[in-house]
């Protein structure tokens, strides 16, 4: 079974309903997940113990990371994750210049540590619906075939 990390920031709720609803799917195709609230101070090491990395927040200020994630993201500079597979997902708002700036900075970011990422972000508008969760949710699925697929 792989071990799978995922880490949220989320203000209004809305990163976190997504995060729930990915967890949801990664699970239903058998595999065991811990969800951690980035706010909650996760360790960025533990990562390079963890075949599985999901990262997800919103976008904040003007297409910026949220501040709750900024220490964690400075800290992912002391860690290497080749041979770690990744995906990013993030709540966004089209009415900034960039949508979905976060997703975008975090896989840079993974990819600059040597993650493999998951070629298909996950962007959100807003406040998920029901159409949206179960986006998530096949997220979830899809990001556990990318895992289970030997590396190129």
Avoid: H
Wanted: net charge negative.
């Amino acid at each position: 079974m792989a071990k799978i990390t995922l880490i949220f920031a989320s203000m209004s709720g809305n990163t976190e309903m997504m995060a729930q609803a990915i967890a949801k799917g990664v699970k239903e195709m058998g595999e065991q997940i811990e969800v951690i609230d980035v706010f909650d101070g996760p360790d960025v090491i533990d990562l390079e113990s963890v075949d599985g990395i999901l990262l997800g927040a919103y976008t904040w200020g003007d297409g910026e990371l949220p501040d709750d994630f900024l220490d964690f993201y400075d800290e992912m500079d002391s860690i290497q994750l080749i041979g770690k597979k990744a995906a990013v997902f993030g709540s966004c708002d089209s009415a900034y210049p960039e949508f979905g700036a976060a997703v975008d900075i975090l896989i840079k970011k993974l990819k600059e540590r040597g993650a493999e990422v998951f070629s298909k972000e996950l962007k959100i508008e807003l406040t998920p619906g029901v159409k949206e969760i179960e986006e998530c949710r096949t997220f979830g699925k899809k990001f556990v075939t990318f895992l289970k697929t030997p590396s190129m």
